[in-house]
């Protein structure tokens, strides 16, 4: 077969041979290309999130909705439950911090956490109705985790555990902020998000002023305390 083959390719014109030839080496090059590209367009978002430093959102698969306030995207829908799974931890968080806390410190960061988060509780139940948004009634499952060891903590482990676990978790929401505010192109989600700015880094500063805050072990490898 291979021979047949070969006594036919032979028998064929200069100009055909040629054009054949060209015809494969073309090939060859748009499939390579084609390889190439693919990864590119694959990893290309991750690669954006990478290089501007924040986290990439939860899609809900909603995709973008027109709105009376503007487009609302995926991320911004993300940001808005964020924001309320914010509170429905560290509200309770910041009354056990009045409660237990023995230093004035201590007692202040958490009556910062829940003046601020009930502020931002009303604010984005409101956002939610009006885009909307389905919210979350109760804390994730890390957040239900953060809140049992703080249970289970006494003393100075407590009030030392409570300002690391929740600088750690303000942190995070720090570089969402940043992100969500820059690109929401939806006039309330840019309100929630400047109002949970300064929230966010009120909270940061009183948690930092305990003089508690442990910055070594805010890195993202550093588990915390069980």
Known sequence: MLSMRRRSI????MATRYTIGSGLVISALALTLIALLIPVDSFGSRASAAAT????????GGGTVSTAFG?????????????????????PAGRQAQQRGSRPAIKTAGQHLIDGHTELDRQVIQVGQALGVDLPNQPTAQQQDWLGQ??????????????????????????LLAGIRAQTKNSMVRALATSANNTVLDHITVLEDTGLVDFDALSDNVQPTK
């Not at 032979?10 to 014109?13: A, D, P, V, W, Y």
């Not at 600088?167 to 995070?172: L, Q, S, V």
């Open 71 to 91: 487009p609302l995207t995926a991320a911004d829908r993300d940001f808005i439950r964020k924001v309320r799974l914010a509170g429905l931890w560290e509200l």
């Open 53 to 60: 430093g924040t986290a990439a959102a939860d899609d809900d």
């Open 10 to 13: 032979s028998g064929l014109s």
């Open 150 to 175: 703080m249970n289970r903590a006494r003393g100075e482990e407590y009030e030392r555990l409570f300002v690391q676990l929740l600088r750690k978790a303000h942190g995070k929401v720090f570089s």
